[in-house]
């Protein structure tokens, strides 16, 4: 079941919502907005708590993949809990009401101040390197408080991702390496006081697309634990981090699902008496929304036709940032007569680099028709910038009775940017 279709008479829906509509509704219609589907949200994080059941699981919903609160509100009520990369999202996790006992901080670059934060709220720490691991101790001496941490190991597996997204092979700045691992075990003895070991973290990378490689890490990882153990460590978790792709073509392909993971290593939960971490954040929320743009205008240079809309790298950067995917579709049926070409879907913004999707086959639109950008629910409000003054867009959702739509986020304006000069 999809969150986005077309109708019998060619319009897409959001749901049972006509997207066309919710553009003629919306405040803010003459910009580009991200529209979600709530119940599409629901669908995934069932899949994951289906897949868990009968196993000790926690599933920490990778907030950098998507910080809209109302998100996050919505994941914590299903049971979901969060893993966070800085002190503000941390905060903003609390904000949200998850358990910090049950959420993780992660990072390679972790500061002092936002250490002690998660010290005093009790949130499991990784631990990425020697000199964060000495920091560590000094939040925990700091709070008075006993941090409960996992090493997290670079297992040097070959995720088969794009070089930007890939975390866990040998050269990444991610992580411990594996031969360091006693030294890593003293410290941690010598500094019992301030540091607890409970668990093993690793993170491969993302869109990963074949679960054997989780399989291989996972091996990796619970021969690490074992071997912890046998050190007099009481290990409780295995962190085996994000990652699992989802299908950006739209072609039909069958990709992994939670439960094809989560069944490539369930087996070696077994008889360890552990508790499994995942740390999910795209196959969570990329495909809830679609951004909703308007066609600006249709031009031709040189061999090239290009469909200009209101939306940009500013509100969606991961095609100019990756080459990366993004299926592209009109929400209206075509004018009658009207021509299919070829077309490069580009930006407004100054930048060759704008542009959301290359060589797109599709019927010639009209000026001010919609287009969506689909799978734009990860990484693409969260990397949303201002450039150009482009002002970041408002996010809606269709609320779980398909029919109506909620704003989720306001619109930010010239007004946010000015407040920044206020008194100076
Ligand atoms: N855990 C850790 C330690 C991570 O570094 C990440 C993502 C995740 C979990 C969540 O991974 P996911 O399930 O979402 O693949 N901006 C890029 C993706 C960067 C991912 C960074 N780490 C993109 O737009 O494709």
Redesign the pocket.
């Known amino acids: 079941q999809s969150a986005f279709s077309f109708n019998d008479e060619g319009y897409m829906l959001c749901e049972g919502v006509k997207i066309v509509d919710v553009m003629a509704m919306v405040a803010e219609k003459k910009r580009p907005f991200y529209l979600y589907s709530k119940s599409q949200l629901t669908r995934n994080y069932a899949a994951y708590a289906e897949a868990l059941q009968g196993t000790q699981f926690i599933v920490?919903y990778?907030v950098?993949?998507n910080n809209n609160l109302k998100i996050l509100e919505h994941l914590r009520g299903m049971g979901s809990s969060a893993?966070l990369?800085s002190g503000n999202e941390l905060q903003l996790a609390m904000r949200a009401g998850f358990d910090p006992t049950r959420c993780v901080f992660?990072g390679n670059g972790k500061l002092l101040d936002e250490l002690i934060l998660a010290a005093k709220l009790d949130v499991l720490v990784?631990v990425d390197s020697e000199f964060d691991l000495e920091q560590i101790c000094e939040a925990g001496r700091i709070s008075g408080k006993q941090i409960r941490v996992l090493l997290?190991i670079n297992p040097d597996v070959d995720p088969q991702v794009?070089p930007?997204?890939a975390?866990g092979n040998k050269n990444s700045k991610?992580g411990i390496r594996n031969e360091k691992l006693g030294w890593f075990l003293e410290q941690v003895k010598h500094h019992h006081d301030k540091v607890k070991l409970v668990g093993v973290?690793c993170?491969l990378?993302?869109?990963?697309s074949k679960v054997n490689i989780f399989r291989d890490a996972a091996e990796l990882m619970v021969g690490y634990i074992d071997l912890i153990r046998k050190e007099g460590f009481e290990i409780q978790y295995l962190n085996i981090?994000?990652?699992?792709?989802i299908d950006y073509y739209h072609e039909g392909a069958v990709y992994p699902t939670p439960m094809d993971l989560i069944d490539t290593v369930r087996d070696l939960l077994t008889g360890r008496d552990l508790t499994l971490i995942i740390?999910?954040?795209?196959?969570?929320v990329?495909n809830t929304a679609v951004l909703v743009n308007r066609v600006t205008g249709v031009k031709s240079n040189g061999n090239k036709n290009f469909i200009v809309i209101d939306g940009s790298m500013s509100e969606l950067i991961?095609p100019s940032?990756?080459s990366?995917y993004q299926h592209i579709e009109l929400v209206s049926p075509p004018a009658a007569g009207a021509k299919r070409a070829t077309f490069d879907v580009v930006g407004p913004v100054c930048e060759s680099s704008d542009f959301l999707g290359k060589d797109r086959e599709m019927a010639m639109p009209e000026r001010g028709a919609g287009l969506v950008v689909h799978d734009a629910g990860?990484?693409?409000m969260a990397?949303a910038s201002t450039y150009n003054l482009r002002m970041r867009p408002p996010e809606y959702w269709v609320e779980e009775d398909g029919k109506t739509v909620k704003k989720i986020r306001h619109a930010e304006d010239l007004h946010d940017h000015l407040r920044y000069f206020d008194g100076l």
């Open positions: 920490g990778a950098k993949a893993v990369v992660n990784n997290r794009h930007y997204v975390t991610f973290h993170h990378g993302s869109t990963i981090g994000g990652g699992l792709g740390e999910p954040g795209r196959s969570l990329a991961r940032l990756y990366a990860a990484y693409c990397m």
